[in-house]
């Protein structure tokens, strides 16, 4: 099906967004987040991905938050 994300190409780009964090210093091991990342079709919603990864932050901030939000777009891709 045309502009699906299927869980193998999820892991590509995530795995590309974890070499992006460590050149901007935010994290310090993207083999380490690689080697964690688990992509899973939801075994209820077989319309969810389901992602699950760790991450080693680096030193840059001494106190840190991380939350995550998503949301759908019901239109078009990159609008």
Known sequence: AA???KPKIWKQILGGYFNDL?????IVDAAFSK???VVT???VNPNKLNTSFRVKRSGVARISDTAAETGFNFGSIGG
Do not use: P
């Open 22 to 26: 460590v050149s901007r210093g935010i």
């Open 35 to 37: 080697a964690s990342l």
């Open 3 to 5: 502009k699906v994300i």
């Open 41 to 43: 079709i939801d075994s």
